[in-house]
């Protein structure tokens, strides 16, 4: 069973730059949650979803911020009009869906994109 | 509120020294689950465990030991003879109430030969 795949690893883009990132959780997990991560902190949660359905959103993700998961599997984080706050890792997560509730279950995390914004 | 209180910012310890790694955590939920994540520098979260606070009673697994104490809202993380392949971030997270995941700021571990 491969584990959650992220893409691209790293990226460099210039302020006021759009870019996309891309989650692939574990294969038949139907839960996936997007992360942020700045230097000396620990992850803080940005969105959740179950299958296609979008549940949550942390308040952390500002109208800049949209993600998507179309068909239940992949899922995409793109980012608008980058500002230099937004230079972070981004975590993407995944569990399975039979612990019951949304965050009960263990989530699987993928290696993370990290972005540097000039 | 939830919030996770990882107080040693980073360790260092000699090969074979036993390590423990503190967590202290704050919620009103009478329900909870608690979790322990490593984080190497490849930069990937690795997840170590997972407890409901139903379940005081310790854990072992190898060289990993966990000691759950609900009586001053802790959950401590002890490594028995580290090894260099330890050195990492340890971040331990707390799920309750229905909201998400509530990490703490982690702990760096250093493991000098």
């Known amino acids: 069973d491969t584990g959650v795949s992220q893409d691209p690893r790293h990226k460099i883009t210039k302020r006021g730059q759009n870019v996309t990132f891309r989650c692939d959780p574990i294969?038949?997990?139907?839960?996936l949650y997007w992360y942020r991560q700045t230097l000396g902190q620990g992850p803080e949660f940005l969105t959740y979803?179950?299958?296609?359905?979008?549940?949550?959103k942390s308040r952390l993700l500002s109208d800049r911020f949209s993600a998507e998961r179309p068909k239940g599997s992949f899922s995409t984080l793109e980012i608008q009009r980058t500002e230099q706050g937004d230079s972070a890792m981004y975590l993407c997560?995944?569990?399975?869906?039979?612990?019951?509730?949304?965050?009960?279950?263990?989530?699987?995390f993928g290696p993370g994109t990290r972005l540097t914004v000039l | 509120a939830q919030k996770v209180t990882q107080a040693q910012t980073e360790i260092s310890v000699v090969e074979k020294e036993d390590v423990t790694l503190d967590c202290v955590y704050e919620?009103?939920?009478?329900?909870?689950?608690l979790f322990w994540y490593k984080q190497p520098p490849s930069g990937e979260l690795v997840f170590l465990i997972r407890?409901?606070?139903?379940?005081?009673q310790n854990e072992i697994s190898g060289r990993y030991s966990w000691n759950f104490q609900k009586s001053t809202s802790s959950f401590n993380f002890t490594i028995t003879a580290s090894q260099v392949v330890d050195s990492a971030v340890y971040f331990c997270?707390?799920?309750?109430?229905?909201?998400?995941?509530?990490f703490g700021k982690g702990t760096r571990l250093s493991v000098i030969a």
């Open positions: 407890r409901n606070s139903f379940d005081e």
């Open positions: 979803f179950q299958n296609e359905a979008q549940l949550e």
């Open positions: 294969s038949e997990h139907n839960r």
């Open positions: 919620t009103r939920d009478t329900t909870y689950y």
């Open positions: 997560a995944s569990s399975s869906g039979l612990a019951g509730g949304g965050y009960t279950d263990t989530q699987y």
């Open positions: 997270a707390l799920y309750s109430g229905n909201t998400p995941l509530v």
